[in-house]
């Protein structure tokens, strides 16, 4: 968790440079074509200081608990990968099936994107592809091992990830697009948005994967020497 934290004050720097100015332009869009505003219950200073502060920092604290968990279970299970380079793996994995999957169908937007009218549609088949990112990641991984006696390491790691882009290619085909984009909403910004989406998660999944890995090495094999892949002598 202080993994999580410690990776959470690094994306909250991104999504503060990176981010914000993104949403300030989204709600100036917004503001312009309202005709009627409601009562201002937090302002925006707050929920771009304070607010979003919060935000983040609980993402990392509580994803960073949970991708410890997983880093302990997979352990010394997915090979003979020493605690650092577990750590690495797990945190792409989460990058991927937690984040990149759905984004790829339904990326994130920027305000006035999106009608309020239909959150909870979009919320439900967001998190819907997540749950398939992580099912499908773990059926490919089982796929894997099972083809692995007959064709071997190499050819049954390409078999399983050949299943896994397949998969998430129909279920992206399948399930209902959402184009909620209001007419003459900037292409550019939309655009800046989402990268900056995606670069807030980049340097999260990264810099947890890093600082929880060493923390786990040093814990783990305190007295190891050699590459960061070797096997360590608690996985031994």
Known sequence: MLAGLGAGVLALLVAFFLGEPGVEDAIAFEEAGAHEHGAELVSRTAQSTGGLATGVLAFGVAFGGIAALVCCFVLGRAGRFAPRTTALLVSGAALLCVYLVPFLKYPA???????????????????????????????????????????????????????FVLAVGLACAFLPAVDEVPEGF?????????VAALAIQLTFWTAFGLLFGEAAQRLLSPGARGAPGDPSPAVR
């Not at 998190?127 to 692995?148: D, T």
């Not at 900037?186 to 989402?194: Q, S």
């Open 109 to 163: 937007n920027p305000p006035a994107v999106g009608d309020p009218g239909t959150i909870g549609k979009r919320t439900a088949l967001y998190f819907l592809m997540m749950l398939l990112g992580v099912v499908l990641a773990v059926a490919a991984v089982l796929c894997g091992r099972r083809l692995a006696p007959r064709l071997g390491t190499w050819y049954a790691t390409v078999a399983a990830g050949a299943f």
């Open 186 to 194: 900037p292409a550019d910004l939309l655009w800046r948005f989402r």
